[in-house]
Each structure stands twice: as C-alpha cells, then as structure tokens.
C-alpha cells in the first residue's frame, strides 16, 4: 500500500473520530437549557365530586352542570340563579300548568354538623320551603308543592357554600274529591283577597300572602269548570260619587287582569263596583280611608 493512501486513510479516521468525540462530548455543552413556559399549569386529575342541577319526572327530564347554592348554616339560597336553572323552572312551570294533577316534590338536604336557627323542624326542610316561596314568587300553584328535608353526613362543598343540596321531582297528585274543592271554597271565602290601594291608585305590587291567595283562587278555578270569582272593587268617601265609582271598577279590572295572567278564564270572572258605599271603616279619618280603599276577591 503506497504512502499516499496510507496517508489519506489517516485523515479520514481522523474526521470519523473527531465528530464522534464532538456528538458524544461537546454538543450537550453549547445547547442552550429548555425554558419553562411560565404559562403552564399543573393539571390534577383528581375530580372532584358533581352535583349536577336535575328535575325529573314520568315525562321531564332536565338538567344541567350549574346549581342551587346555600351558604352553610343558612337556610336562603344565592340569588340570583343561573340562566340555566333559570330555564329549568321556567320549563317545569309550563309543564305544571299543563297538567293540574302532577305536583313538584322539594326535597332539601343539609349536613348534620350546621345548624339550624330556623322554625322548622330541621334546616333541610326551611331550605326546600325557602325554593317554595321563591317558585311561588315566578307564579307557581302554591298548591303544586310536596316539601321533605333530609340531613346528610357531608355534602359537595365549594369552600364553606353547599352545592346542589336540593332536589326536585315531579309526581302524581292524588284527586281531590268535590269535598275537598268545597273546603277549599270555604277556605279562599272565609279570609278573601282584600288589595288596599292609596288615594287614586289602581294597582298595587302583591305581597307573598297575596300571591298565594290568588294562586289558591286559580286552582280551584282549574278545577271547578263552572265556578265564577266576583271581584269588587270599593273606594273611600273623598270626591264624587260617580268618579269613585269609576275608581273602584279600574280596582276590580287590575285584579282581574292579574287572575288573567294566572291562567284564568276571563269568563269565570266578573268584576263591579261599590264606589264609597260599602266601607269597612270610618271616613272621617286617614286611617279608616284607607281601609275602604280596596278591592275583594271571593268566589262566587
């Protein structure tokens, strides 16, 4: 073998040599270490527990991943709800006035370590109660609802605030015999809506206790087809005859129109007025007038 090949043999075992010592050696030394990504999250897969909002029924069923939330201790829910439980009582609302004889079962829940400050018999109840009213509030039957409590060991929790701790099913209400429509009858005539009105008004924001009263009118409308609700509408002495007439009829038409909005047949219902001549108490003082400003709901 001459001395050239030898000699270009070397060099390259050489070159070989060299880029192996470079990869293995000194390549690590001159890249750069990997930046961390300040963005970068540390994702635990542990879930936690899911309470999801629920209404069940033979024929509904709705849910969706928000929920009702109580404070620990309290027996009020956060208000106000999200669009989607919202939408949920929305939904459950029409499909009870489609059917009168389903009603909605509250079911409220507390833990056995709160307390409760309430009347009721136990926190859990005072919650399903207090989604009551507030349902009641939005224009349901007062009468569609059937109220449980029950105390758990724990609840899902989100710091010291309980999630979901109510449910809601809808079930078959037994048929009320016609006993049971004349007791209610009894009940509505017995203590009336009576609205009171200021000097020259019509109408009037409805308190709760009204509210029900009307709710407990409409459904027995519901269920005695034949039935008729007399509304009358009184005033006090002050002014003109002819023009408290007149004041005490728009008094029985707001009403109505508010019977109406419940779902009444307008026909059921028939409205007149009394002006000043049926008062309650005496005119002569401010307090007296403003007892006879009022209107009357009782059912025929």
């Known amino acids: 073998m001459s001395k050239k090949i030898l000699y270009l043999l070397g060099i390259a075992l050489t070159i070989i040599l060299g880029m192996f010592l470079y990869q293995n050696y ?35 069923d709705y849910h969706c991943n928000d929920n009702i939330k109580f404070v620990k201790n309290e027996k009020a829910a956060l208000v106000p709800f999200s669009d989607s439980v919202a939408i949920g009582f929305k939904n459950l609302k029409t499909a009870l006035q489609s059917n009168p004889n389903k009603k909605i079962k509250i079911t409220g829940y507390a833990t056995s370590d709160e307390k409760n400050t309430t009347t009721f018999q136990n926190l859990a109840l005072a919650r399903a109660n207090d989604l009551k009213k507030y349902l009641i509030s939005t224009g349901f039957d007062a009468n569609s609802f059937v109220l ?22 809808i079930i078959e209400n037994e048929p009320a015999s016609n006993n049971q429509w004349e007791v209610l009858k009894a009940k509505i005539n017995a203590n009336p809506l009576v609205l009171y009105f200021n000097t020259n008004e019509s109408r009037e924001n409805l308190s709760t206790e009204e509210q029900t009263k009307i709710a407990e009118i409409a459904t027995y409308l519901k269920n005695v087809p034949n039935a008729k609700v007399s509304i009358v509408g009184h005033s006090d002495s002050v002014g003109a005859r002819e023009a408290n007439i007149v004041l005490g009829q728009s008094r029985a038409e707001f009403a109505k129109a508010f019977l109406i909005k419940k779902g009444i047949d307008s026909k059921q219902i028939q409205t007149s007025s009394q002006g000043p001549d049926n008062p309650i108490a005496d005119n002569t003082s401010e307090e007296g007038k403003s007892k006879n400003r009022r209107t009357v709901v009782t059912i025929k």
């Open 148 to 169: 449980e409590g029950e105390i758990k060991d724990k609840w899902e929790m989100n710091s010291d605030t309980l999630i979901g701790p109510a449910s809601f099913n």
């Open 26 to 60: 000194c390549c690590n030394c001159c890249m750069k270490p990997p930046k961390l990504d300040n963005s970068t999250t540390v994702v635990n897969n542990k879930r936690t527990g899911l309470v999801p909002f629920t209404i069940k029924g033979s024929d509904f």
